[in-house]
């Protein structure tokens, strides 16, 4: 297996130091979709969130929210049967703990996000119904292996 990452993906070095690392082949280029795939098939696309703060203003602001339906639709169109969002957590395994979250604060006592953690468990429940989308979470430092793993299973 050859694994895809897309030219504009960032902030992936501990996932290309594991690729590297376990000889994991690999080529950067720009996607149509996602940032990660098998270079041989479009049946599962990866898009990497770094956190629940990323997800959740992709997720919740109106302009991001119609990008990422949008990006949805195109993976579909091109013959995706599986766009998983993987999202680095150290704490939340699975959708249904979302509700758990705590938001994290920035030095000033300001919250990262002013969405309430059941809201956006909610959107994620409706996002898997409506458009068949996976949420997978790994810790940070697993995300290389995470991607592996899941790319193999196709």
Known sequence: MIIQIDSREKGNK????????????????????????????VKVLIDKKDSLVEIAGNLCRAL???????????????????????IADNKIEDVSQVNEWKVPTRRDGSLYTKVRPEILQKIMETMQEKYGVEFVFCKKKDMGKKIVEILEEI
């Open 14 to 41: 501990e996932i290309l130091d594991y690729f590297n690392e376990v000889e994991q082949k690999y080529i950067v280029s720009k996607m149509y979709a996602g940032d990660y795939q098998d270079v041989n098939s």
């Open 64 to 86: 991001e929210h119609n990008r990422i339906k949008r990006e949805i639709a195109k993976a579909c169109d091109i013959g995706c049967e599986r766009f998983i969002f993987l």
